[in-house]
């Protein structure tokens, strides 16, 4: 089967290459095909001058920046002969261990969707006590609006089979909540979705602001309404 890794990258040259290599380093157990296509969202550091040349690296530059759910949109509309599609945070965050589980149960239809969870019962995250709060935080306010039963929407290691890539396609959200709708769709779709643990170390140049937070919670809420009747 064939699959593609979908890397939405905003100013990331920094830490990139250190990424992809630690991906490669973990895909190598998986007996697929696989892509990497490296989705620049407008990016103004020197993205330009990274040596991404390899036979399995393709990369998609965006005029101008859109938000992470435009570079995914853009990502899996070039994605036509992939069996399943990875999307995961070009940052040094996440643990890319987690993804051999979650690429099998897609792979062998146990789930459509496989997305890793930081309150998973088997995760590990160092996160500060304030990133913990938001989480658990955000993830009542899921709850309450939206009843899913998945309990993280947003931690950025998710594959999705290719019967879901429609959710990701019919996305109207461009920012923060774009997975958030994603498995939305899915839920009004029937397709299934599995949770799996995951490790996250926050790195140190990691940060979320008030701003980015006050534009997630608008942008939720807003979403509410949009799907009122979904």
């Known amino acids: 089967m064939n699959g593609i890794i979908i890397l939405p990258v905003y100013n990331k040259a920094d830490v990139l290459i250190e990424v992809l290599m630690n991906l490669e380093k973990v895909l190598q ?10 989705v620049d969202d407008g990016s103004n550091d020197n993205f330009g001058s990274l040596e991404l040349n390899k036979p399995n690296y393709r990369v998609l530059r965006m005029v101008q920046n859109g938000g992470k759910g435009a570079a995914i949109k853009a990502g899996i509309e070039n994605s036509h002969a992939a069996d399943f599609a990875i999307l995961f945070d070009a940052d040094l965050d ?19 969707i496989a997305i890793s969870s930081k309150l998973h019962v088997k995760s590990t995250v160092d996160y500060t006590k304030f990133r913990r709060t938001l989480s658990l935080g955000y993830f009542y306010l899921i709850k309450f609006l939206f009843r899913l039963s998945v309990k993280d929407t947003q931690t950025g290691a998710k594959v999705f089979g290719a019967k879901a890539f429609t959710c990701l396609t019919k996305n109207e959200q461009q920012g923060f909540v774009f997975d958030l709708e994603a498995l939305l769709r899915a839920k009004r779709l029937g397709l299934r979705v599995k949770e799996f643990p995951v490790t996250i170390r926050m790195a140190e140049n990691s940060t979320v602001t008030m701003r980015e937070i006050l534009k997630m919670f608008s942008a939720t809420i807003k979403l509410r309404f949009e799907h009122h009747n979904e």
């Not at 157990?29 to 490296?38: A, D, Y």
């Not at 996440?94 to 459509?112: A, E, F, K």
Request: aromatic share 6%; with cysteine; charged share 15%.
């Open 29 to 38: 157990q998986v007996r697929h095909q696989l892509v990497f296509l490296i």
């Open 94 to 112: 996440i643990d890319p261990s987690c993804l051999p589980d979650m690429i099998y149960s897609v792979v062998n239809d146990t789930c459509d």
